[in-house]
């Protein structure tokens, strides 16, 4: 049946290139293929103009609606996942193109309500995960150093606060249930592997949302190579970004504790931070004249054709390495490290071999096993070609239209069951952050939750059990919204407006310090009676003179 499929992507091809853009970018190509009409809804930093200006192009055959945005709303330390302005550039979209679909890859820098706003149309919507963004704010889950994170929940102790120009100190927690919230309103979530699809049922998503489908290749591009003769030298080459998670230091660190070093080859394909150490590494142990530094190539193809054994030493948990894949297809074995979803894709000692992660002694031992045994080259690659031969492009995304034909859909996704808090000001005041931090660690989890009030939608706000003031400078109207939702109050006292309101209107409580702050909330949390009446109250109130007065503000 002919669907109209939007695609959601913070970035696009040809102006940035990576692993999720081009699958997102070759699963459109296909669908179109397949008589679906698709456009694309993209963030670019690159094409230039005013910041959330919007430019439509035909990019490869394919009708690419760009919001320009800037480096900073990628930041993760800012406000990456929520932004106003291209939340109604892309309403506009969904009222003009009218899909029956709307497929998101990775959408922070974006916006993740561009979720909700879908879904409150009646579109069906669909998530394809290719990191960790959903519950780690870095991806990587990797804290200091080389350590991966066991505990979704302490994210505090990497980055306590993210900010954005008008509200600074804003706890960290926030980000995670605004985005937990969102995605109540995904109808079915898509994982290339198991392992990524069990990191996010870990962190609260409902299994039966989830479907593990392959990203799937081009199997023909990479089986065609015809690969350089070996010579006398293996050739192992790391393709991919300069930076310390994708573990080429690693791959540095092993070169000495090769013996035979006259007898390899190493090639180094791809760019980024660590790039000109890594260089100055090579030249102070005398590993330059075995090292190849191939840069930035425009085809992946010649790189293959001089590579013998694939090596992606990682030391975060990948999801399902594209590179893997592409290596596997060409009939290349691989030497990857024993994390994430690599050891679903290399069976160690059949298509290569699995190292522990972050060890270069491991690592070394594993390319001393090719260079020892050269005749293993032949028989894995064969063996890595079988495995992968079947992972066709265009009969993943037949499974992924299986995933769109779903009949799980329902009409403003899952209901809330936690007590949702919208937190009300241009700033978050200190009592307020450490009144979220003791009930954090006070209650049981998903007891409640805690947003930014701009971060929701008008319809969201049904949803909201508590309308909390964190600035005694707060616009009158904002609190008039929040009463016309039959939503109770909790205020400063030295707002003394709304304090007269509070106890002269009988619509909500007010604290004077952390303490206070918390003991309201925990009292309305466990008093489900008395905060009702408090908001009939309020909402009574919302149009009568008390409330229509200007405020006193102190």
């Not at 425009?298 to 290596?327: C, G, K, M």
């Not at 090719?370 to 066709?392: L, T, V």
């Given at each position: 049946m002919h669907k109209k499929i939007l695609i959601c992507c913070n970035a696009y091809p040809p102006n940035f290139i990576g692993g999720a853009e081009l699958i997102a970018h070759e699963q459109a190509k296909i669908l179109k293929k397949l008589g679906h009409e698709v456009a694309i809804?993209?963030?670019?930093?690159?094409?230039?103009?005013?910041?959330?200006?919007?430019?439509?192009?035909?990019?490869?055959?394919?009708a690419v609606y760009r919001v320009s945005l800037a480096a900073e709303d990628y930041q993760p330390n800012l406000i990456n996942f929520t932004h106003k302005n291209v939340e109604n550039i892309y309403t506009h979209i969904l009222d003009d193109f009218s899909p029956t679909i709307v497929h998101f890859h990775n959408i922070i820098g974006l916006s993740v309500g561009l979720i909700h706003i879908a879904k409150s149309k009646g579109i069906r919507t669909v998530l394809t995960v290719h990191d960790h963004w959903g519950f780690c704010y870095k991806n990587t889950m990797l804290k200091r150093g080389v350590e991966v994170c066991r505990d979704r929940s302490r994210c505090v102790e990497c980055m306590p606060f993210v900010s954005d120009d008008g509200c600074r100190s804003i706890p960290i927690r926030m980000r995670k249930d605004f985005l937990e919230i969102?995605?109540?309103?995904?109808?079915?979530?898509?994982?290339?592997?198991?392992?990524?699809?069990?990191?996010?049922?870990?962190?609260?998503?409902?299994?039966?949302?989830?479907?593990?489908?392959?990203?799937?290749?081009?199997?023909?591009?990479?089986?065609?190579?015809?690969?350089?003769?070996?010579?006398?030298?293996?050739?192992?080459?790391?393709?991919?970004?300069?930076?310390?998670?994708?573990?080429?230091?690693v791959l540095m660190n092993a070169l000495p504790?090769?013996?035979?070093?006259?007898?390899?080859?190493?090639?180094?394909?791809?760019?980024?931070?660590?790039?000109?150490?890594?260089?100055?590494?090579?030249?102070?142990?005398?590993?330059?004249?075995?090292?190849?530094?191939?840069?930035?190539?425009?085809?992946?193809?010649?790189?293959?054709?001089?590579?013998?054994?694939?090596?992606?030493?990682?030391?975060?948990?990948?999801?399902?390495?594209?590179?893997?894949?592409?290596?596997?297809?060409?009939?290349?074995?691989?030497?990857a490290s024993c994390i994430g979803g690599n050891p679903e894709l290399v069976e160690d000692r059949k298509t290569g071999y699995l190292f522990k992660?972050?060890?270069?002694?491991?690592?070394?031992?594993?390319?001393?096993?090719?260079?020892?045994?050269?005749?293993?080259?032949?028989?894995?690659?064969?063996?890595?070609?079988?495995?992968?031969?079947?992972?066709?492009?265009?009969?993943?995304?037949?499974?992924?239209?299986?995933?769109?034909?779903?009949?799980?859909?329902?009409?403003?996704?899952?209901?809330?069951?936690?007590?949702?808090?919208?937190?009300?000001?241009?700033?978050?005041?200190?009592?307020?952050?450490?009144?979220?931090?003791?009930?954090?660690?006070s209650l049981r989890p998903g007891t409640c939750s805690f947003v930014m009030s701009k971060w929701l939608q008008q319809d969201q706000f049904s949803q909201v059990k508590l309308l909390w003031i964190v600035d005694a400078e707060t616009d009158q109207n904002e609190v008039l919204e929040g009463l016309i939702n039959k939503v109770p109050l909790l205020v400063p006292e030295e707002n003394r407006w709304l304090k007269s309101l509070c106890i002269d209107g009988k619509c909500g409580l007010y604290y004077k310090d952390a303490l206070e702050a918390e003991a309201c909330i925990e009292y309305l949390i466990d008093h489900e009676k008395e905060r009702a009446a408090l908001a009939q109250i309020g909402f009574e109130l919302s149009s009568s003179e008390l409330i229509t007065r200007p405020p006193m503000l102190h």
């Open positions: 809804f993209a963030g670019d930093g690159h094409i230039g103009g005013e910041r959330y200006s919007l430019r439509n192009e035909v990019y490869d055959g394919l969102q995605f109540r309103d995904v109808d079915a979530f898509i994982s290339p592997s198991a392992y990524l699809a069990d990191a996010y049922i870990s962190a609260g998503i409902p299994s039966e949302k989830f479907n593990v489908i392959w990203n799937g290749i081009n199997v023909k591009r990479f089986a065609d190579i015809i690969k350089k003769p070996m010579g006398d030298r293996v050739r192992f080459t790391y393709i991919g970004y300069f930076g310390k998670h994708k573990g080429i230091h504790h090769i013996a035979e070093k006259d007898r390899i080859q190493v090639n180094l394909v791809g760019a980024g931070e660590l790039f000109d150490s890594i260089v100055g590494q090579a030249k102070a142990l005398k590993l330059d004249k075995i090292i190849k530094f191939w840069g930035r190539i425009d085809s992946i193809e010649d790189a293959y054709r001089e590579t013998d054994v694939f090596i992606l030493p990682s030391i975060w948990p990948e999801n399902q390495p594209v590179t893997i894949t592409e290596a596997m297809a060409s009939r290349t074995p691989v030497i992660v972050g060890d270069e002694r491991d690592l070394a031992e594993k390319m001393g096993k090719f260079i020892s045994h050269p005749e293993r080259i032949n028989i894995f690659g064969e063996n890595a070609y079988n495995k992968i031969k079947a992972n066709e492009l265009e009969d993943r995304v037949n499974e992924i239209i299986q995933v769109y034909d779903g009949n799980d859909s329902g009409q403003g996704g899952s209901p809330r069951k936690d007590f949702l808090i919208a937190c009300l000001g241009g700033r978050v005041d200190p009592r307020c952050l450490l009144a979220i931090s003791s009930i954090s660690n």
